[in-house]
């Protein structure tokens, strides 16, 4: 497997998550981090856990094809195993996180994976889109974007989810979570993610989903999104929900 000099958030997070896919590097930076923060673990996977309810939520209402933008590791319950039935592409902008989810995903004929920067829709390799969001624009599908919000400022992310809206078809959904300001309280993490990080409290977050619609759950705290049983009692780190464009 391809080492890397460099660690990736994707790969600490599949750390994080139990995982196998991630390199020696990820692993110093991944436990660096929680020097300064504390166990990551659980948020991580209660983060993960929020996306397959989600997306269970969205496969429920008739979209078999979902867009992944910053998607990490395609495994440890990622999109195309929390909706087996659907077609996925699963894109990012790291190219050894990229070159990964290819290995991963080499036997599969629902998933693909591919370059793509959620500010520029068009990165995406059209062939890729067709065959794995098919009707892209003219049927309903699922945007994930899940880890991104925090790395972009206000303008840019107000312009990629609207940019989206415009390009979805009638129906879609949108999966997003944002990150509070939970790592206020600890600077030394706060620091290690470097100068593009964003916090953000919760009344920013409805505005800036411009014209797509939450559902009626609100954007909360991703633990308290439509929980499968009593939710964790974990800080909340990560708010997230979905949003829809409506038909007609």
Known sequence: MEEADRPSTARMIDFWLGGEDHFPVDVAAARAFEGAYGP???LFRELRAFLGRAVRTIAAAGVDGFLVFGAGVPTRGN???AAPEATVLYTDV???TIRLGQRILAGSDRAGYGYGDATDVGTVDPALLHRFVP???RRPVGVVFLGL??????ATLARTLDELYAAAAPGSF???DFDGEELAAHPQALAMMGPQFRMRPPAAFGPLLGR???TDDGIVPVARWRPDGPPADLPDAFHGGLATKRSG
């Open 40 to 42: 990551c673990a659980p």
């Open 79 to 81: 999109v195309h195993e």
């Open 94 to 96: 790291d190219p050894v």
């Open 135 to 137: 009707g892209w624009g």
């Open 149 to 154: 919000a925090a790395f972009l400022d206000d």
């Open 174 to 176: 949108l999966a997003v």
């Open 212 to 214: 797509w619609t939450p």
